[in-house]
């Protein structure tokens, strides 16, 4: 599978921006997926992950309630909603597919990583 992130951008404090991941393959609907960040000087860190349905997602508390995961099988595509941003949200933000399942991702088993796409939100 072959992971490509885009739709980061520059935005002022409280707005909007929409990530999306596109994925190559045919076994799409076989990995839960889920998105990473990482800041200058800091570890990737857990945003979120959504189930092989799309039924269950789970987020860091950093970002639950601004923040939405949603997929797309029949397209493969997995979406990051990420509203009220923050300067502190301001990363590099990645895709990322596990074959183990959402239940994983959070634990950095990962099998497939997406170059990153870059998020700079200023005060």
């Known amino acids: 599978v072959q992971l490509q992130a885009s739709g980061g951008g520059l935005v002022q404090a409280g707005g909007s921006l929409r990530l999306s991941c596109a994925a190559s393959g045919r076994a799409f609907s076989s990995y839960g997926m889920g998105w990473f960040r990482q800041a200058p000087g800091k570890e990737r860190e857990f945003v979120g992950a959504i189930s092989r349905s799309g039924s269950i997602t789970t987020y860091a508390d950093s970002v639950k309630g601004r923040f939405t995961i949603s997929r797309d099988n029949a397209k493969n595509t997995v979406t990051l909603q990420m509203n009220s941003l923050k300067p502190e949200d301001t990363a590099i933000y990645y895709c990322?597919?596990?074959?183990?399942?959402?239940?994983?991702?959070?634990?950095?088993?990962?099998?497939?990583w997406g170059r990153g796409t870059q998020v700079t939100v200023s005060s």
């Open positions: 990322a597919a596990a074959l183990g399942g959402w239940t994983v991702i959070k634990r950095l088993a990962v099998d497939y």
